[in-house]
């Protein structure tokens, strides 16, 4: 096995526990995931899709509101539908249930890249790597909503750990590589599948991977892969070609078609700035890696800083700037992160520890705060804050709940008041505080939250404004306004009738999407009804009759 260990003599060895490694892991993957209605960006969106599949038995094609939702492959919506059918309506709502693949793509790709450490770098570093990534903050929201991200995240991981492993079982990585390839690229882009080839053809550029073994790897992937995830877009293709034709130009090959259309300034330094503040903290403690190790001649190093290399080049160049297409960077960064990890000075890991603690500490105090503020009403300003930006919340103490993140507090703060503090131990305190963090805002403030961001209220208050006699009258919108098409769907059990902007609405009654600068007021319709989210002045939602001809 090549591999290179840190574990020097003169070296403290591994205290933590790995159950309660696996604990943190654990509870690290639920809060968020249960208890809440679908919240943007990506969520409504998600969910009409899963619900169409389970309502129409297409599971071949997304479609929402019979039209093709080509945003992503539909590996994450067939795995989301399948969990839905399985426990909604019984044990948990559609949307709680379909949310269940999110922690399940999220605990593959965290124990593959466990494994990818334990592989390269050796014994015990498996769970370094994974409370880096956990502690992640770019990691945070994006694993734990209901997104196809995550499961392209999996596939990156296991594709990633092929890597490594190719190294001492080659037709193993061959599988595995293969495995990850048909995830990535049934949940993505071929951008990120161009990422993994790329990545996986430049290794052979070193020692290592210049052999027959490793070519066995890549000549396996390449026969496993390709019938395996052609297979969708070929039925695809077969069935919706209009359809397949879009995705396949717009979707599937839209990022790389950006190459070259980018700006220096702006687009052009996008992710190196985002790496910044999405891999804290693995990025200075990979930064100490490279400094103190220099071992560029070995495997751990290669692997990770050509796979990070190749990524952030790959993503400069092409059109798309978001965070979510940053995730597959998180994962070189982490490995390299971990090799140097015990090496580290005191002082630098006190520091990390302390601030954590004063990060955390500070948010901690500022969430139980407001918990008391918007269910008891003290301190009084904080209440008045919480009132304003949730008004719909109404005052609710779950005690279990409750006493849970009492428990959660108190572990954190015997955590990160232990002596003798190493990189591994800081590490550890600063997963465990972002944890709490987290844990505490989805859990104490969650009905808080859904309050403001839900669709729920605004569709229910508009219902109640709807005239019984016009219960099940036709209501319009344009056919733009998707997701207000979704939410009174889904909400409200209220089909809108979509029509084009600028044409006659086919309806008596009409709902309106506007901005505030654009009034809701229309020349030949009587205003019935207005309303918003909670503090969202960007999206104003108005109820209108069609006025009586005058004679």
Same mark, same amino acid.
């Given at each position: 096995?090549?591999?290179?260990?840190?574990?020097?003599?003169?070296?403290?060895?591994?205290?933590?526990?790995?159950?309660?490694?696996?604990?943190?892991?654990?509870?690290?993957?639920?809060?968020?995931?249960?208890?809440?209605?679908? &919240?943007?960006?990506?969520?409504?969106?998600?969910?009409?899709?899963?619900?169409?599949?389970?309502?129409?038995?297409?599971?071949?094609?997304?479609?929402?509101?019979?039209?093709?939702?080509?945003?992503?492959?539909?590996?994450?919506?067939?795995?989301?539908?399948?969990?839905?059918?399985?426990?909604?309506?019984?044990?948990?709502?559609?949307?709680?249930?379909?949310?269940?693949?999110?922690?399940?793509?999220?605990?593959?790709?965290?124990?593959?890249?466990?494994?990818?450490?334990?592989?390269?770098?050796?014994?015990?570093?498996?769970?370094?790597?994974?409370?880096?990534?956990?502690?992640?903050?770019?990691?945070?929201?994006?694993?734990?909503?209901?997104?196809?991200?995550?499961?392209?995240?999996?596939?990156?991981?296991?594709?990633?750990?092929?890597?490594?492993?190719?190294l001492r079982a080659p037709g193993l990585a061959g599988?595995?590589?293969?495995?990850?390839?048909?995830?990535?690229?049934?949940?993505?882009?071929?951008?990120?599948?161009?990422?993994?080839?790329?990545?996986?053809?430049?290794?052979?550029?070193?020692?290592?991977?210049?052999?027959?073994?490793?070519?066995? *790897?890549?000549?396996?992937?390449?026969?496993?892969?390709?019938?395996?995830?052609?297979?969708?877009?070929?039925?695809?293709?077969?069935?919706?070609?209009?359809?397949?034709?879009?995705?396949?130009?717009?979707?599937?090959?839209?990022?790389?078609?950006?190459?070259?259309?980018?700006?220096?300034?702006?687009?052009?330094?996008?992710?190196?700035?985002?790496?910044?503040?999405?891999?804290?903290?693995?990025?200075?403690?990979?930064?100490?890696?490279?400094?103190?190790?220099?071992?560029?001649?070995?495997?751990?190093?290669?692997?990770?800083?050509?796979?990070?290399?190749?990524?952030?080049?790959?993503?400069?160049?092409?059109?798309?700037?978001?965070?979510?297409?940053?995730?597959?960077?998180?994962?070189? %960064?982490?490995?390299?992160?971990?090799?140097?990890?015990? *090496?580290?000075?005191?002082?630098?890991?006190?520091?990390?520890?302390?601030?954590?603690?004063?990060?955390?500490?500070?948010?901690?105090?500022?969430?139980?705060?407001?918990?008391?503020?918007?269910?008891?009403?003290?301190?009084?300003?904080?209440?008045?804050?919480?009132?304003?930006?949730?008004?719909?919340?109404?005052?609710?103490?779950? &005690?279990?709940?409750?006493?849970?993140?009492?428990?959660?507090?108190?572990?954190?703060?015997?955590?990160?008041?232990?002596?003798?503090?190493?990189?591994?131990?800081?590490?550890?305190?600063?997963?465990?505080?972002? *944890?709490?963090?987290?844990?505490?805002?989805?859990?104490?403030?969650?009905?808080?939250?859904?309050?403001?961001?839900s669709y729920r209220p605004v569709v229910d208050k508009? %219902?109640?404004?709807?005239?019984?006699?016009?219960?099940?009258?036709?209501?319009?919108?344009?056919?733009?306004?998707?997701?207000?098409?979704?939410?009174?769907?889904?909400?409200?059990?209220?089909?809108?009738?979509?029509?084009?902007?600028?044409?006659?609405?086919?309806?008596?009654?009409?709902?309106?999407?506007?901005?505030?600068?654009?009034?809701?007021?229309?020349?030949?319709?009587?205003?019935? &009804?207005?309303?918003?989210?909670?503090?969202?002045?960007?999206?104003?939602?108005?109820?209108?009759?069609?006025?009586?001809?005058?004679?």
């Amino acid at each position: 096995m090549l591999t290179f260990s840190t574990n020097r003599a003169g070296l403290p060895q591994p205290t933590e526990k790995p159950w309660l490694l696996l604990l943190l892991t654990f509870v690290w993957l639920w809060p968020g995931i249960l208890g809440h209605d679908p &919240w943007k960006p990506d969520e409504p969106f998600v969910n009409a899709v899963i619900l169409n599949m389970l309502h129409s038995g297409n599971w071949l094609t997304p479609m929402v509101h019979g039209e093709a939702y080509l945003d992503a492959p539909p590996l994450y919506y067939w795995v989301a539908a399948a969990l839905a059918r399985a426990f909604s309506p019984w044990l948990l709502p559609l949307h709680d249930a379909a949310r269940l693949a999110t922690p399940l793509f999220m605990a593959i790709g965290l124990t593959f890249a466990g494994m990818t450490g334990r592989e390269l770098i050796g014994r015990r570093h498996g769970r370094s790597v994974v409370l880096i990534l956990i502690g992640s903050l770019g990691l945070l929201a994006t694993g734990h909503q209901m997104t196809p991200a995550v499961a392209g995240f999996a596939g990156f991981a296991i594709a990633f750990y092929a890597l490594a492993l190719s190294l001492r079982a080659p037709g193993l990585a061959g599988a595995l590589l293969a495995a990850g390839l048909v995830l990535t690229f049934l949940s993505t882009s071929l951008l990120e599948v161009s990422l993994l080839v790329l990545s996986s053809l430049m290794l052979t550029a070193f020692s290592a991977w210049r052999n027959k073994g490793y070519a066995i *790897t890549l000549a396996m992937a390449l026969l496993l892969a390709l019938p395996v995830a052609g297979l969708w877009p070929w039925l695809f293709a077969h069935a919706e070609p209009a359809a397949f034709a879009r995705w396949w130009y717009e979707e599937a090959l839209g990022p790389l078609n950006g190459f070259g259309r980018v700006g220096f300034f702006h687009e052009f330094g996008y992710y190196p700035k985002l790496v910044l503040w999405y891999t804290w903290p693995a990025w200075p403690l990979a930064a100490w890696t490279v400094y103190r190790s220099r071992r560029f001649d070995e495997p751990l190093l290669q692997l990770p800083l050509l796979f990070f290399v190749v990524t952030l080049i790959l993503l400069t160049l092409s059109d798309r700037q978001s965070s979510t297409y940053a995730l597959p960077l998180l994962l070189p %960064m982490a490995v390299l992160a971990a090799v140097e990890l015990d *090496t580290l000075k005191r002082g630098a890991a006190a520091f990390l520890n302390w601030f954590g603690l004063m990060t955390f500490g500070f948010f901690g105090v500022l969430i139980w705060a407001g918990w008391a503020a918007m269910n008891f009403g003290w301190p009084a300003k904080l209440a008045e804050r919480a009132a304003y930006f949730s008004p719909g919340y109404l005052p609710q103490v779950s &005690w279990p709940a409750t006493l849970a993140a009492l428990a959660a507090t108190a572990v954190w703060l015997w955590a990160v008041t232990r002596r003798h503090l190493r990189g591994r131990q800081a590490v550890t305190n600063w997963a465990a505080g972002i *944890t709490l963090f987290w844990g505490l805002a989805l859990t104490l403030w969650l009905p808080w939250l859904d309050a403001a961001k839900s669709y729920r209220p605004v569709v229910d208050k508009m %219902m109640a404004a709807l005239p019984p006699a016009a219960k099940n009258a036709c209501v319009a919108t344009e056919r733009n306004n998707l997701l207000a098409r979704l939410s009174w769907q889904y909400y409200g059990d209220l089909s809108l009738t979509a029509f084009e902007r600028g044409a006659e609405p086919p309806c008596g009654w009409r709902l309106v999407v506007r901005t505030r600068a654009q009034g809701l007021a229309e020349p030949g319709w009587t205003l019935i &009804w207005q309303g918003r989210r909670p503090r969202d002045k960007d999206e104003l939602y108005a109820l209108l009759r069609r006025s009586p001809p005058s004679h």
